[in-house]
């Protein structure tokens, strides 16, 4: 995205969210996978996708309850970091003792 779509494109969040608040709605904070993203890149973390930062979203939406009181970083930051550990968990490589016991189930 060029920075002229890019300023469209906030200007256009500007609008909606000005609309919402003419109905009655608080839009504290507005997330986006930029925020996934640099978490990650603090943590030391590898990147993710913008669908796995997305689910990280819905998680924590899930995880917190948070539909209608929004997410908080804390909470952002807690369900991002489950995200990655289990994800790092699922390709970690096996140890001895696995590798051990199923050269003893191929036998």
């Known amino acids: ?9 906030l200007r ?6 000005e609309l919402l608040h003419s109905f009655g709605y608080f ?10 993203h640099s978490l990650c890149e603090r943590e030391g973390w590898a990147k993710i996708s913008d669908a796995e930062a997305m689910e990280v979203f819905v998680l924590t939406q899930e995880r917190c ?12 930051e807690k369900t991002l ?5 289990s ?7 096996a140890d001895e003792a696995d590798m051990a016991d199923e050269t003893e189930m191929l036998a």
Request: no cysteine.
């Open 1 to 9: 995205m060029n920075h002229m779509q890019r300023r469209h494109s």
């Open 12 to 17: 256009i969040i500007e609008i909606i969210t």
């Open 27 to 36: 839009i504290g904070k507005l997330w986006h996978v930029e925020d996934i």
């Open 65 to 76: 309850h948070a539909a209608t009181s929004g997410i908080s970083r804390a909470q952002l």
């Open 81 to 85: 970091r489950m995200y990655v550990e």
């Open 87 to 93: 994800r790092m968990s699922a390709y970690a490589p």
